[in-house]
Structures are given as C-alpha cells and as structure tokens.
C-alpha cells in the first residue's frame, strides 16, 4: 500500500525554511519566497527516506538508518532548491541519501540542543564581565602567561585541532584576567561567581549529555551565552573556556 503525499502546513514550512537558513544544503543557492502574504516557497519538500520508493531505490537505501519510521514526518524531509530535488529523486545513490541523512541530522541535533536554551539561566551579571572583556581584551598584560593544563587533558580529541588551540590560547591569554574580573565582582555583590558557575555547570551538562560530541556542546554552550547576555559571541567563547579551565565544563575523559 503506498503512502499520500501529505500537505504541508505554513507553519510546517516555515519550520524547514528555518532550518537551512534560506539556502539549498546541497548547493548552497538562495532559497526565494515570493511576495505572497501566504508565503509560498520556491523550495521544493524532498522527502530523504522515500514516500513510494523504486526498486532502485529499495536496493540502494534498503540497509541504511531513517531518521523517522513514519515518512511524512518532519524529521523525514529537507527544502532543497528544485534542481537538487530533481537529481536526489532522479538518481536515488547510497552517497546521496547519506549526505542528506547527516545534513538533516544534524539539523535535529542543533534543534533540540537549541530547545534547551530558554531552560536554563544564567546572572546578568556576567554580561558585564563578558563586555568589558570584549572592550578591553587588548589591555590583557601579556606577561601573565597562564599553562592551560586542563584544557589539553579535557578536550581529548573531540575537537578539531584549530578550534582546541582556540580555546587553549584564549585560557593562556585570558584566564587570569576573567579571574580578576570575577574577585571584583564578588568583592561587590559576594557569592556571585559561585552562583554563575553553577549555571554555567548545569547547562553544560544538559547540552553534553544531548550533544553527539564536546564540539558540538562547546559551540551550543557559547551560543546560548551570547544570547542570553546579548554579548559578543567571541569573548564568550573566551568566557566559557575560563570554565574549562576551571573545572565546570566538561570532564577529564578516563
């Protein structure tokens, strides 16, 4: 019995129009809406997993993982621009599934782990250490050298040597100057670093028990600092490396 092809609502569009950003995954093309108030995408909805599929399609994709079991699940289907839907559809290979299937996926991945960022809180009082950070990082003394430790044995080999020597070089050149900013604070209003750590722990460990890797956790845990202070995200890199360092984020791996 083959399966309808189901409508998609706008709010169902929408949601597909959000997750590539406007742009085709496979070619990277602008993907246009017209200027109907009903907004009707020029995308085509590809589904990965076939809706009816061929017997070319039963023998190059039979073996392989879905992402749903249900065809016509969101999970189950990508906008792509006509031209890429037409080949994907055309000339079913195990490569292209595949590459749609680690797209898509990973698309699910950054949505889920991006669901967890309104849970969690974080002081706005760390905004203020994350700006004057951005506004003065080139006041840092470079003679305080800080050894980053912990950071080489913590990262493992989770992540890409450039973004692990990114992280290793802001704890050398930052460490000690967050650490005065923080004594500062606490001087003022005490307890204050104790209470931003804990935040910063909890929801590291609620996006690296979801997150495929380290990496993947590191750059949703920057991202959701950025936003919720509404600071630069690259001194919050340099801010969540701090915690690194300093033993909230992240364990020594056995």
């Known amino acids: 019995m083959s399966n309808e092809r189901k409508k998609w609502t706008k709010d169902e569009k929408h949601i ?3 997750q590539i950003d406007g742009l085709c995954p496979l070619c990277h093309e602008q993907i246009q809406s017209d200027t109907n108030p009903n907004v009707v995408y020029v995308a085509e909805i590809a589904h990965i ?7 070319k399609e ?3 994709y039979g073996d392989l993982p879905r992402l749903s079991e249900d065809v016509n699940s969101l999970d189950n289907v990508i906008m792509l621009c006509p031209t890429c839907h037409t080949k994907f559809d055309k ?3 195990r490569d292209g599934y595949l590459k749609l299937y680690d797209i898509k996926k990973k698309i699910i991945e950054k949505d889920q782990l991006r669901s967890f960022y309104s849970e969690y809180a974080i002081e706005e009082k760390i905004a203020i250490i994350i700006n ?3 506004q003065h990082a080139d006041e840092v003394d470079e ?3 800080y050894k980053a430790h912990k950071v080489d044995e913590k990262l493992g080999t989770d992540f890409k040597p450039i973004i692990k020597m990114k992280i290793k070089n802001d704890v050398c050149r930052y460490f000690p100057f967050i650490e005065e900013r923080f004594r500062l604070l606490d001087a003022s ?3 204050s670093f104790e209470l931003i750590a804990a935040q910063i722990k909890a929801f590291s460990t609620k996006i690296e028990i979801n997150a ?3 990496e993947v956790a590191f750059e949703h845990l920057c991202t959701w600092l950025s936003k919720k202070t509404g600071t630069d995200e690259t001194a919050c890199a340099a801010m969540i490396a701090f915690f690194i360092q300093d033993c909230e984020i992240f364990d020594v791996p056995e």
């Open 189 to 191: 209003q005490p307890r």
């Open 132 to 134: 004057y950070l951005a």
């Open 91 to 93: 000339n079913p290979t």
């Open 143 to 145: 003679n305080l050298v």
């Open 49 to 55: 997993a076939p809706l009816n599929s061929s017997k």
């Open 212 to 214: 495929t890797s380290k």
């Open 16 to 18: 597909l129009f959000r």
């Open 58 to 60: 039963d023998v190059e």
